[in-house]
């Protein structure tokens, strides 16, 4: 089968671009000839390691954006002249496309766009969308507003985000035979929003890149923790910052590393000063440890030399670092509304907390210290479940059984 698969963005290091790569890299073991398409490429930026390992075809000059015009946010006509922009460097790179390319597999909302220029212009191939979130205006401001009561929209917002969103989903994303999700959740706003049966097709991990250190739980009452991720809102850092302040008042001696990139983008920067002014206010400053982005064997590092991973992540599709974690031998505790805990048990391979909860992740902390034994057991099932269970291999297999379906015309 030969693919085309489309990540728009590979200048930068995030789960997309990993996730996108990984799959290409599967599909490439699986015996299937893969090319990855992009408007934006840096190598060095990226995961170069996994690059050299792909067929890439970047949109030359990249994607320039045009500048913000107005005195006052003139937001329709700087949607147009944005949405012109992106749509341009979307059909170029779509006549990038080998002419003998079977399937279609976008991974993005620019990448939508390709795809569905590549099926008007050159042919109607069949096509499946990676939907890791739903990526409209409406949803991305419905979700922001759960973190952020501040940023509840206006009539008139509301009303543009609707407009784009009938325009984009009609022209760009119900033209698509098939859909994939990471989670379930996501799945079912994808029938909600699309009136679309998607599959789930869960991310992979590359166990043999994370080496399992066997653990006998932290001593006394000292207690490393690690949260790790670009700095979105959806990450609910604060909750542990606030859990920090609990143990703290509770006696331990408690610290908290967070790893991941704050510096690249201004609502990242804006969060990283929040969590660093909370620390502040909470008295625990001293205790915080910001670490920025990391190489990947700092990362990998950073399991080992940590008790504990919390993943406090609210409305996420799915957590990669959490297996990151259980492959280590790092116990994890994983919010109830993040896409992993949809596999995990709890009490056996991970302990799950609802989210927005800094007093129970505090108390699933304590009760990981107060009990060695739980603590060796979720270490040890934590990397039997991530050994038999989330595999690239496994995910790839499942996503080409979505396109042999879709290229057999059975959905």
Known sequence: MKIALIESKLDGKGGSQRQA???????????????????????????????????????????????????????????????????????????????????????????????????????????????????????????KAQFDPAGKQGLKRRFFNWLVDRYEVRRFILPHEGMMTLDNRTRDWARDYFNKQA???????????????????????????????????????????????????????????????????????????????????????????FSGEVSEDDLRQSYHTHDIYVSPNHLQSWGLAVFEAMASGTPVIVSKTAGASEVLTDGDNALIVNPQSPEEIAQAIERLGNDPLLYMKMANSGRKFVEEQISWERSAKAAIAVFEDVMSGNV
């Open 21 to 143: 790569l990984s799959f290409a890299c599967a599909f490439q073991k699986l015996g299937h000839e893969v090319t990855l398409y992009t408007i934006r490429y840096d190598r060095e930026k990226c995961f170069s390691d996994i690059l050299d390992k792909l067929r890439v075809v970047a949109l030359p000059g990249g994607f320039s954006a045009p500048r913000p015009i107005g005195i006052f946010c003139l937001g329709f006509l700087n949607y147009i002249r944005y949405s012109r922009a992106e749509s341009d460097a979307a059909r170029r790179l779509a006549l990038l496309i080998d002419r003998d390319t079977e399937i279609l597999n976008a991974h993005d909302r620019i990448g939508f766009r390709v795809a569905t220029y590549y099926k008007n212009l050159i042919a109607d191939i069949p096509s499946v969308l990676m939907m890791s979130d739903i990526l409209t205006k409406q949803w991305a401001a419905w979700r």
């Open 199 to 289: 599959v789930v097709v869960r991310s992979g991990l590359n166990i043999e890149h994370f080496s399992f250190a066997p653990r006998k739980g932290y001593s006394g009452k000292r207690v490393r923790i690690l949260v790790a991720g670009i700095f979105f809102l959806h990450r609910r850092y604060e909750d542990v910052i606030r859990a920090l302040r609990l143990l703290v008042d509770r006696g331990y001696d408690a610290t908290l590393s967070l790893v991941g990139n704050y510096t690249t983008n201004y609502e990242y920067r804006a969060y990283q000063k929040r969590l660093c002014r909370l620390g502040e206010d909470l008295g625990i400053e001293s205790r915080i440890t």
